[in-house]
Nanobody, 127 residues
Framework: QLQLVESGGGLVQPGGSLRLSCAAS????????IGWFRQAPGKEREGVSC????????YYADSVKDRFTISVDNAKNTVYLQMNSLKPEDTAVYYC????????????????????WGQGTQVTVSS
């Protein structure tokens, strides 16, 4: 059974950092591209970042470029999202999910293309 479990969220001050983890079970990360998404209250879920273990490619939304870094630890079957220089507008529930149709990043990192969603982890950026 494919399963993804997020962890690492919390409360942080503006300018601070957090590292989110997405632990996968039931498959290996080479099988599917893994994406990070977030959803703030009253807003639609949006793609934040994505990684393909098969070819090493990555994707970042413009709003997080140069602040967030996605990485993979294949030995631990875990994807990480390092978030630096956090802003209040980064506050959201963060989810990871797998593109069950492709090990590579497809054009348009849209939630509709992903499945096996984790339960989410809350990130709150506030002073």
């Amino acid at each position: 059974q494919l399963q993804l479990v997020e962890s690492g969220g919390g409360l942080v001050q503006p300018g601070g950092s957090l590292r989110l983890s997405c632990a996968a079970s039931g498959f290996t990360l080479d099988d599917y591209a893994i994406g990070w998404f977030r959803q703030a209250p009253g807003k639609e879920r949006e793609g934040v970042s994505c990684i393909s273990s098969s070819d090493g490619s990555t994707y970042y939304a413009d709003s997080v470029k140069d602040r967030f870094t996605i990485s993979v630890d294949n030995a631990k079957n875990t994807v990480y999202l390092q978030m630096n220089s956090l802003k209040p507008e980064d506050t959201a529930v963060y989810y990871c999910a797998a593109d069950l149709e492709s090990p590579f990043i497809r054009v348009g990192v849209s939630p509709s293309k992903f499945g096996s969603w984790g339960q989410g982890t809350q990130v709150t950026v506030s002073s």
